[in-house]
């Protein structure tokens, strides 16, 4: 199973970070990634 974390290290997924370092999810990054798992789900290679 991927992690929205290995999606950001290859350049899938580009997600804002806090001052603390933190991942900032918008509306656009949680689409995103609703459109990777629905096409893990249809087993297309990420």
Known sequence: MQTPLCYTRNGL??????????????????????????LRQKNYSI
């Open 13 to 38: 997924l580009e997600v804002p970070r806090s001052k603390n370092g933190y991942g900032v999810y918008g509306e656009d990054e949680i689409k995103l990634l609703r459109v990777i798992k629905a």
